[in-house]
């Protein structure tokens, strides 16, 4: 038979890269399998290419950034907070920087010098990467596991399921953790995009009159089918060719499922409410008595806002201020605090940041990050299901897990 190793990890992303280096740090033969030819795929690409690495702040902001079963990452954060994990890289020689919002960067703002670190920790710490490996098949015999890839068959004592979610396909995480999982007969709670743009249904003419708009200090509130508000936010949006994103939108839609209705309405003026928001539209009435109200919105309104702005109320461009009613006034401080985006649906979970959903945490014991269910198995990082907002979180879960997992595997 093969060389059996103490560990196999499936999948070379954030969470078993972690895995790896922690498992072969404590004397453990390690052998990583990944799809890709090189480890990381999707950590270059985080935060545009700059890897925001995880957020500087304590583990009750991290908690409360996660949206999804943030009491399962009690343990392993307390085990494996940001402080350790920017000790982590300081230690191995990446300068980091500390941006708005708590972000944290390399210095280089280069994510390739996270993937670099890893390949050379890879090499110095003995581990065997198995690249442009896909794993097709999991078994357990006995003590042994049993890894069957398109490279051949191995065994190990230990394995680590890695696989990520099942967004930015061509990253190489396409959902094959989750069937990896269910051999062992894991369940899988519904998956569904997450930090995702959305769709809207206005005209493409529409859609394109406002494609670039960006807004800030906008109000997004999110109204269910039931009328429940499911979430309200200040922050940045941006209209683009199909219809919304920007960071309020993402974060609007890790709360939202794929096949609900909604209602979002933005609250464009949220600094001023109905009656100070009636007085200034009086004065500038009274000031431009002459012009049209197109014109007069100017005032209040990004120019490309103003034509769709006043569709929406069926109300003419060219009416003079004078002739405007008191029942058109009424409409237009409505339409103000509570324009319309027209939802339609999120879009593909292929665009989506994160994926929502995955292996049933209940099945997991979150002080080993060890199956239940399998003596032996972990599984962590993104396959797992929790999902946090942007901000750097996300990578914090898929090290922290991680992590958690290295130190557990006798
Ligand atoms: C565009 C984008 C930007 C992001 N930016 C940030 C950010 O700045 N900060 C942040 O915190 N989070 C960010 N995220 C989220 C973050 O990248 C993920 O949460 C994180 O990478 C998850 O790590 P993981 O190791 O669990 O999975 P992944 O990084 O997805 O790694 C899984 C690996 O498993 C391999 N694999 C899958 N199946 C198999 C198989 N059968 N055989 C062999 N190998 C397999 C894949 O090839 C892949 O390399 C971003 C995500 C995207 C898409």
């Known amino acids: 038979m093969n060389k059996v190793y103490d560990v196999a990890i499936v999948g070379a992303g954030a969470a078993g890269l972690f895995t790896a280096v922690h498992c072969a740090k404590r004397g453990k033969s390690v052998i990583l399998y990944d799809k890709n030819k090189y480890p990381g795929r999707k950590l270059r690409i985080t935060g545009k290419g700059r890897c925001n690495i995880c957020n500087y702040s304590d583990n009750d902001n991290i908690l409360k950034n996660i949206v999804h079963n943030e009491k399962f990452m009690y343990s392993s954060l307390n085990n494996y907070s940001a402080n350790d994990l920017i000790k982590f890289f300081n230690d191995n020689g990446v300068k980091t920087k500390v941006e708005r919002g708590n972000r944290v960067f390399p210095q280089s703002d280069d994510a390739m010098e996270i993937i670099e670190l890893f390949k050379k920790l890879i090499k110095d710490l003995n581990i065997e990467f198995k690249n442009e490996s896909t794993v097709k098949d999991l078994e357990k015999k006995e003590d042994l596991f049993k890894i069957i890839s398109n490279s051949g068959v191995d065994y190990a004592k230990n394995l680590v399921i890695a696989c990520g979610g099942m967004s930015y396909k061509v990253t190489g995480s396409n959902g094959d953790g989750y069937k990896l999982a269910q051999k062992f007969g894991h369940s899988i709670k519904p998956?569904?995009?997450?930090?995702?743009?959305?769709?809207?249904?206005?005209?493409?003419?529409?859609?394109?009159?406002?494609?670039g708009l960006s807004l800030r200090n906008v109000e997004v509130k999110v109204i269910n089918k039931k009328k429940k508000i499911i979430f309200n936010e200040f922050g940045e949006m941006l209209f683009t060719h199909f219809g919304i994103s920007g960071p309020i939108i993402l974060s609007a839609s890790s709360y939202m499922k794929d096949d609900e209705d909604y209602t979002i309405y933005l609250d464009?003026?949220?600094?001023?409410?109905?009656?100070?928001?009636?007085?200034?539209?009086?004065?500038?009435?009274?000031?431009?008595?002459?012009?049209?109200?197109?014109?007069?919105l100017e005032n209040l309104l990004p120019k490309k806002l103003i034509n769709i702005f006043l569709k929406n109320i069926d109300l003419d461009y060219y009416k003079k201020a004078c002739d405007i009613t008191k029942l058109e006034r009424t409409a237009i401080i409505n339409n103000l605090k509570h324009f319309n985006l027209k939802y339609d649906s999120l879009r593909d979970i292929d665009e989506a940041i994160i994926t929502a959903g995955g292996v049933n945490v209940k099945e997991i014991d979150p002080k080993t990050m060890e199956s239940k269910l399998v003596n032996k198995l972990y599984i962590v990082g993104e396959v797992l299901d929790i999902d946090a907002l942007t901000g750097g979180y996300n990578l914090q879960i898929a090290f922290s897990t991680a992590y958690q997992a290295a130190m557990s595997i006798e």
């Open 191 to 211: 998956i569904k995009a997450s930090l995702v743009a959305m769709n809207t249904s206005l005209s493409k003419e529409d859609r394109l009159e406002l494609m």
């Open 268 to 296: 464009l003026k949220p600094a001023l409410n109905e009656e100070q928001l009636d007085n200034k539209l009086l004065i500038l009435f009274e000031e431009e008595h002459l012009k049209s109200i197109g014109k007069i």
